[in-house]
Each structure stands twice: as structure tokens, then as C-alpha cells.
């Protein structure tokens, strides 16, 4: 499998979001996917899944007249090389200091941290 791109912009991350959610998917789908939420015009549309294809974030099939797009990667794949990322740049590989910044951050709910610290005993049980 080839190597992740490196990173998306905003726009791009949402737009994997919708294909992620509907693959596959061609341009007027994802467009509409967006009409209620943030409308966008179907060539502002189109040129973002091109670019997408051309980063390597997405792979289309013709069909007829119409590309039919894929995701390349898993959104956990692009999650975890997106993380891995923000480690490297803002905390110097410290998952300590991106945890504790995440704990401080209070935008975790209770329940949010509850299911954070099961994980975190489920993932302590497994042996080395």
C-alpha cells in the first residue's frame, strides 16, 4: 500500500469526511451531501476531489461519463498519521504531554472521560 499523503487542509479533511461516509461517491453526491450544512458549488467540488486524487487521498473510476471516487486510506489510517503528526510538531513526541494537554483542554464530558480511562485499562490488561 502506498505511503499516506502528508497532510489535508480544512476544506479537504471535510470532503474526505463526506466520501469517507459515502463511498463510493461521485462529485454531485458529495455535493449534495453538503447542501443543507455548508453548500458548495459543484465545481468548487469537483476541483477539490481532483486535487484530493491527485495528493493520493482518493482513486476514481470512470463509469460511463461519470468518475466514481474511493478514499485510498481509511479515515483511521489519515487519523493516525494526522496524530502522529500533531505529536512530532506540537509535543515533541510526548503522547504525555498531548493526553494531558487534551485532559486540560475541557472539552471532554464526563462520559468522554470515562470511556478515555476504560480504554486506557483495557489497553494496561493486554499483555506487553
Do not use: C
Not at 463511498?23 to 476541483?47: C, D, G, K
Not at 515533541?92 to 486506557?120: C, F, N, P, T, Y
Not at 485499562?121 to 506487553?128: A, G, H, I, M
Request: charged share 30%; hydrophobic share 40%.
Amino acid at each position: 500500500m502506498p505511503k499516506a499523503p502528508k497532510s489535508l487542509t480544512p476544506l479537504e479533511a471535510l470532503i474526505m469526511d463526506a466520501v469517507w461516509d459515502l463511498a463510493p461517491a461521485t462529485v454531485r453526491q458529495i455535493q449534495e451531501h453538503f447542501q443543507t450544512s455548508r453548500p458548495m458549488a459543484y465545481n468548487t467540488v469537483l476541483t477539490m476531489m481532483r486535487i484530493l486524487r491527485d495528493k493520493g487521498f482518493l482513486k476514481s473510476e470512470r463509469q460511463g461519463r461519470i468518475d466514481v471516487y474511493q478514499p485510498t486510506f481509511s479515515r483511521e489510517q489519515i487519523g493516525r498519521r494526522s496524530v502522529g503528526e500533531v505529536l512530532d510538531l506540537f509535543f515533541a513526541g510526548s503522547a504525555r504531554s498531548l493526553v494531558s494537554q487534551l485532559l486540560d483542554s475541557e472539552k471532554l464530558s464526563r462520559d468522554e472521560l470515562a470511556q478515555i480511562r476504560r480504554e486506557i485499562d483495557r489497553r494496561l490488561r493486554e499483555p506487553s
